[in-house]
Each structure stands twice: as C-alpha cells, then as structure tokens.
C-alpha cells in the first residue's frame, strides 16, 4: 500500500469560508424582516440592510453581491414606502450608504476571490515541488513489498524534517529513511539535499557504507553552506538482494530498526555509529561494515522516526510500539502501516514531531 506524504489531504483546493460564515446574509436578512414584522409601522427596519453587501462580500463572488446590493436596496424602498418615509432625507441617506456598501463589498468580493487563486496556484506549486523532493512509497521494489507512511507535524506542509527514499538499483533494493535536526524550512532543504544525493549515488556505489559514507559527506558540505556546526542527520540504510534471504543495515545513529515474525518483535542490533554530517569519517578498516539480517518470506523490517517511539499520551507516557505491534500480531506492511497511521495518532492527538515509517518483507515466491 504505497502511502504519499500526506494522503489524508487531497491536492490543494481553492480556500474556502467556514460552513456558517455563508449563511451571515441570510441571518441578517431575516433579522431585517423579524424586526420589520416587531417594530411599529411608523419606523421601516431596513437601516439593518445597509451591511448586506459586506456581509456577502466574504462569501460571495462579486457578481453575487452586486446582485445582493440591487437586492437590499430595493427591500430597503419597499419597506421605507409601507412607513410611508421613502423621501425623508435620513433614508436618502441610508440608501446611499447601501450602494457605497455594495461597492465596496463587490470590490472586496473580487479582491477576496482573486487572492484565493492567487493562493490556489501557489499551493498547487508547493505541492508539486514537495511531491518531487518526497516521492510516494512504491508498492513493490525489487522483490520486495513496500509499505509506508509520512506525517509532518506542521499540518500545512507536505514535507518536515523526516525524509525516505526506495531505489530499485543494480546492486538491490536500497533503502533510506532519517530524521533531520531541526524543523522548519532549513530541515526541509536538508531533506532535499540528502534525499539528491542519496538518489545520485545509490545507483553507482556498491558498498553500503561507501553510500552512507557520501551522504555524510553531503550534510557536511550543507552544514558549511549554512555555517551550521550543529546540523546532522540520523540515518538507516538498507540493502536486500532479490532472492536473498537477508538485507543489510547500516545505522548512522537513527533508532533501531524492528524485526517482525509470526510470533516475535525483535529489535535490529547494529554497530553503534554517529549521525551523518559529525565528520565519523575515518580509515576504511575501521568503519563499520553492514549488519546482515535474516529476512526470509514472512518477516518484515520495520524502519521508523522518533515521531513514532517518542509520540506521547495526554500522561506523558511513550508510544509503546512493539508491544502495539505485537498485540496486532501480523506482518503484512500494508496492515502494519495502516494500523500505526490510526493508532498513533489516537495514543498521541496532535503530533509534536514529524513521522515517518517504511515497512519491508520479501514477496513470497
């Protein structure tokens, strides 16, 4: 089940008004007749009238409150003419101050509508734009089938500070999913670069640790354009073969990755290594070298962000994942997927950080 950035929001669709703010000039047109009805006859209730334009103007198109301007203005004669004072000079008065409310409620309707297009188009571009850097999670990669999940805690944007990546390459699947130090826009643009330099060179580099030794190199040279000597990345990477029975991790200091069976959740024990961009650099014979990881048909590895594990409940309390996962008791991605975006969001409300999960098994022959 490929799941997009933000699947629970369609493409970007034109603003619009709270469901009640359309039904203002209804409401005030019946408190105009309500009043009429009350007041005596000698007094005509239609000074209430002169707001109807503005009022449309914030729900309406201009046509529409032009068209309600002409529409106040000949209920407020009607009425001046049952009290019998059309030609007093105070409803004169009122019936000018209507037409310039009309104007100005018009004007403020075609100012209103063409913002809201404006904004339109200018979500539509971010949209795409972040739909490039952050791709959907492809159902099936290289023998493997894919699930997975993104959900940046800003609900107005497509793409935090986590990031993820499957690439079908001539050395097998390989896999990258990290969390970015930071939030905001200068996350965002580090999730770019990584992601670029991760799909670059994931294809020309057979050694995983050579990969993850160039996407080091690529947060260090962000950090020095940004002269920030604190920014790094966590980082898993992932390596599987078709037809293999293992993958290969490498974990750059990101959380550790889940081993799911029929019967058991087995955390991933990999070499303990620094975040990428902290310059761990050093002599090829000590750096560390993949953890392999039995994976036969029926197993799942599941990567996921501190979004998931450290989500926490109204008490303060983590997300308990495995013992979640455990109490689900299947190792279908699709299922494991759908059951996290649902039930860490009832455990936790409001996310306080972005979340991203990939979840992998082999297809079975």
Known sequence: MPVAPRPEHPAAVEPRAP??????????LLLDLAAEAV????????????????????????????????????????????AGHIDEQHHVWVYIA????????TALSWQRTRQNRTLLHARTVAETLQRTVL???????????VA???????????????LYEVCDT???????LGDVRGKGLGAVRTVADVLGAFRATAHDTPDLVDLADQLDRAVLRDAADRGDDELFVTAVLLQYRPG?????????GHTTPLLLTEH??????????????LAHLGPPDERGKPTAVALPPGHTVLLYTDGVSEARDATGAFYPLAPRLAALGTTSPDLLVSFLAQDVHEYAGLLADDLAVLALTPERP
């Open 19 to 28: 469901r009640w703010v359309p039904w203002l000039p209804v409401l005030l």
């Open 39 to 82: 007041v005596p006859d000698a007094v005509a209730a239609g000074f209430l009238l002169t707001a109807l334009p503005v009022v449309a103007a914030f729900s309406y198109g201009p046509v529409l409150t032009a068209t309600t301007t002409v529409g106040a203005l000949a209920l407020q004669l009607v009425l001046a003419v049952r």
């Open 98 to 105: 209507t037409l310039l409310s009309g104007v100005m409620g």
């Open 135 to 145: 791709r959907p999670v492809p159902e099936r990669a290289g023998g493997l089938l």
């Open 148 to 162: 997975g999940l993104y959900r940046p805690a800003q609900a107005e944007v497509l793409v935090g500070g986590d």
């Open 170 to 176: 001539r050395f097998g699947v390989r896999v990258l």
């Open 244 to 252: 293999s029975d293992c993958v290969e991790i490498v974990n750059r």
């Open 264 to 277: 058991t959740i087995t955390p991933v024990s990999c070499a303990d290594e620094l975040p990428l961009g």
